[in-house]
Each structure stands twice: as C-alpha cells, then as structure tokens.
T-cell receptor
Framework: NAGVTQTPKFQVLKTGQSMTLQCAQDMNHEYMSWYRQDPGMGLRLIHYSVGAGITDQGEVPNGYNVSRSTTEDFPLRLLSAAPSQTSVYFC????????????FGSGTRLTVV | DAKTTQPNSMESNEEEPVHLPCNHSTISGTDYIHWYRQLPSQGPEYVIHGLTSNVNNRMASLAIAEDRKSSTLILHRATLRDAAVYYCIPDSNYQLIWGAGTKLIIKP
C-alpha cells in the first residue's frame, strides 16, 4: 500500500513548455485533488475530482488541465508553463471526501525559468 | 466561504500539552472543522476533524466551542517531532480552504 505517489519530485521547465505531473493512489479513493503551495502560504486548490470521469475547478485553475480516466490516476497538465507557476504541487485523495480526511503525496517542486 | 484566524506562531516546551486555537466565526452549520499539519519539506498530514462535539484520536484532541465559532487542537504531550505548521480548515462546499496556519515551535 503505497498511498499517494507523485512523480516527478523535482522539475525545471522553461517558459512555454508543457508537462504533466503524475499522481496515483492505490487506496481505491473516489476523491482526488491538486493543490499548489507558494512559499510561506497555505495550499490553494487547483482542480478536484469526485470520481472517474468527473472533474471540477478549484480556486486557481487557470493554466492547468486535469482528467480522471481511472480511479487510481489524476494527472495535472501544465499547458504553457509560466514563472508564476513555480510552486510546490501536492496531490491528495480521500475515500469519502474532506469529511474523512485526505492523504497527501510528498509533492512535486516545480521551477519555471 | 468560511474564514479562519490562527496565531502565526506558538512555542511550547517538550513533553508539555499544547493548545492551538482557531477562530472560525463565519463557519456554517454543516461545515466540518479539519486540522492538518505539515512538517518541513513534507506534504500535509491529516490530524483530526469534527462537527459539533469534541473528538479524540491517537494524535490529538479537538475541542469545539458550543457556538462553533472557535476550536482548539490539543496535543497532550508535545515532542520535537510535533514541530510543524498546523492548519485549521473548514470544509466549505467540499473544498478545504487553507490559511497560513500556526507554526508550532517545540523547545527541548
């Protein structure tokens, strides 16, 4: 039982490049979400999913796309990286949603130059 | 959306109890209060959550005021490993709204 696995752990992108941050969970959780955390701040919700085939926007969705084709995977795509997207990205999952607690991955530290 | 107010930082001595306060005066009647903590360079970790009554688990206790405008996370015997940023979070429309949290410093 690996929990929530995020890859890569570190990434440097050039402005304008695209990439996908991977997130996988092996706990059969229905709810998954992506957050970003800027230095000294709390997390901000980017996108979330309540089950396979269902996604919705969070607080800061611009510049990011998601899809949920399986229960296990919830990738986050950066369409055209910008320096403002330099941040630490966390993926989280929960069997029943926030009311039962989320399990977080260890994060992806992204730098856009 | 519900907003929370927490102290920026708190200090406590090792092996003593710690009471971390949170004000959430705008919370709605159906919003749960969650507490997470984040150790340096790690992802957040679930601590505890509750709606109206006090809650206990192996990590901590959560005391919720009768009017639900505030709550207190209680670490019964702090260790150096409890040094982290603690977030008090209402779930609003099934979305967790994160503030800046309280940085807990444990003194040996």
């Amino acid at each position: 039982n690996a929990g929530v696995t995020q890859t890569p752990k570190f990434q440097v992108l050039k402005t304008g490049q695209s990439m996908t941050l991977q997130c996988a969970q092996d706990m059969n959780h229905e709810y998954m979400s992506w957050y970003r955390q800027d230095p000294g701040m709390g997390l901000r919700l980017i996108h979330y999913s309540v089950g396979a085939g269902i996604t919705d926007q969070g607080e800061v969705p611009n510049g990011y796309n998601v899809s949920r084709s399986t229960t296990e995977d919830f990738p986050l795509r950066l369409l055209s990286a910008a320096p403002s997207q330099t941040s630490v990205y966390f993926c989280a999952s929960s069997r029943y949603g926030q009311r039962y607690g989320y399990t977080f991955g260890s994060g992806t530290r992204l730098t856009v130059v | 959306d519900a907003k929370t107010t927490q102290p920026n930082s708190m200090e406590s001595n090792e092996e003593e109890p710690v009471h971390l306060p949170c004000n959430h005066s705008t919370i709605s009647g159906t919003d749960y209060i969650h507490w997470y903590r984040q150790l340096p360079s790690q992802g957040p970790e679930y601590v505890i959550h509750g709606l109206t009554s006090n809650v206990n688990n192996r990590m901590a206790s959560l005391a919720i005021a009768e009017d639900r405008k505030s709550s207190t996370l209680i670490l019964h015997r702090a260790t150096l490993r409890d040094a982290a940023v603690y977030y008090c979070i209402p779930d609003s429309n099934y979305q967790l709204i994160w503030g800046a949290g309280t940085k807990l410093i444990i003194k040996p």
